[in-house]
């Protein structure tokens, strides 16, 4: 054996068997995410109004909330990573390294049918005639002829570059600073408009609920920072992370540290008012004590932000 190879095995720590409590296992596995608790947004602004209302959809923007409602499943979605085969790099070993990462080809979204102005079909039908050239009433008359031929939009007129969103969130969710529940997952798609819409079966045989399944293209999806509790940030980071810019002098960074945190508006602003005092205590005098001492006031404070967090 080498003496690397015998650094390297003494380096190896052995795991061992922890024992939980009865409150840590309450806390992490008693409280498991629903399924039940989503919304969506549709961004709505690449169907020109005037298309909408030629298609008979007059829809209040004030009452777009009643389309997203009606979302009764969405799917969070997923992607992999493509892998390209490596032999013989090392000796006896097959690698695999990531060449490109593929996402779900389509986004299904299901909707509830209000029976008054079946506005989830209007809708989509609508946006999919748009794409097609069909926006004017005498544009939509034309399509009955048997000559009609479809000429479609150029795909930026119809494409949403943002906007479409599907956002995970829990019963007790809110963002309120007296009372924070808990947080929500947000995906944003990228360049999405709807591909399809699934037939929808009618029938006479005893009634169920009329609903639309409507599929969107996308080239990627990002999952977005959102909002999340304040104790989910490991404070020992935040502290670790404001320091070390402050000692090389970088306030702003920081401070952005800090914002990037999500601590909720009283103690984000006793963190500025610590860094404010830093900056005036530091330019005073240009000195290396002075910058060691100022920091070690902020970590006090951080230290008191550390402790609130985790209240």
């Known amino acids: 054996m080498t003496s690397s190879s015998r650094t390297a095995?003494?380096?190896?720590?052995?795991?061992?068997?922890?024992?939980?409590?009865?409150?840590?296992?309450?806390?992490?596995?008693?409280?498991p995410s629903l399924t039940s608790q989503f919304e969506v947004y549709i961004p709505l602004h690449k169907?020109?109004?005037?298309?909408?209302?030629a298609a008979g959809i007059f829809l209040n923007k004030n009452r777009e909330w009643n389309l997203l409602l009606s979302c009764s499943n969405a799917e969070l979605p997923?992607?992999?990573?493509?892998?390209?085969?490596?032999?013989?790099?090392r000796t006896g070993v097959t690698e695999f390294h990531a060449h490109r990462r593929m996402y779900d080809p389509r986004l299904s979204l299901e909707?509830?049918?209000?029976a008054e102005n079946y506005i989830p079909?209007?809708?989509?039908?609508?946006?999919?005639?748009?794409?097609s050239g069909v926006a004017t009433a005498d544009e939509r008359n034309d399509t009955i002829s048997p000559?009609?031929?479809?000429?479609?939009?150029?795909?930026?007129d119809y494409i949403a570059d943002q906007g479409l969103k599907v956002r995970k969130f829990e019963r007790d969710f809110t963002q309120s600073e007296a009372n924070i529940g808990g947080g929500y997952l947000e995906y944003e798609f990228v360049r999405s408009f709807p591909v399809a819409i699934n037939s929808m079966p009618?029938?006479?045989?005893?009634?169920?609920?009329?609903k639309v399944t409507v599929e969107f293209s996308y080239i990627r999806y990002v999952m977005n920072k959102g909002w999340f509790k304040q104790i989910n940030e490991d404070p020992t980071g935040v502290v670790a992370g404001v320091l070390g810019n402050i000692l090389q002098g970088r306030f702003g960074d920081a401070w952005n540290t800090i914002k990037g945190a999500n601590i909720h508006g009283a103690v984000s602003q006793a963190a500025l008012n610590s860094l404010s005092t830093l900056t005036s205590f530091v330019f005073g005098e240009e000195s290396v004590n002075k910058i060691r001492?100022?920091?070690?006031?902020?970590?006090?404070?951080m230290r008191w932000i550390r402790t609130i967090g985790t209240k």
């Not at 079909?121 to 794409?131: L, N, P, V």
């Not at 009618?202 to 009329?210: A, H, I, K």
Request: charged share 20%; aromatic share 12%; net charge negative.
């Open 147 to 156: 000559d009609y031929f479809y000429r479609m939009r150029y795909p930026d």
């Open 47 to 53: 169907i020109p109004i005037q298309a909408m209302n």
């Open 202 to 210: 009618v029938s006479y045989e005893g009634s169920d609920l009329l």
């Open 121 to 131: 079909i209007r809708i989509f039908e609508c946006w999919m005639d748009y794409a």
């Open 111 to 114: 909707f509830y049918v209000p």
């Open 9 to 31: 095995s003494t380096n190896i720590t052995q795991a061992t068997p922890q024992v939980r409590n009865v409150a840590d296992v309450k806390a992490n596995l008693l409280r």
């Open 78 to 89: 997923g992607s992999q990573l493509n892998t390209s085969e490596v032999k013989n790099d």
């Open 293 to 301: 001492g100022g920091a070690r006031w902020v970590s006090d404070t």
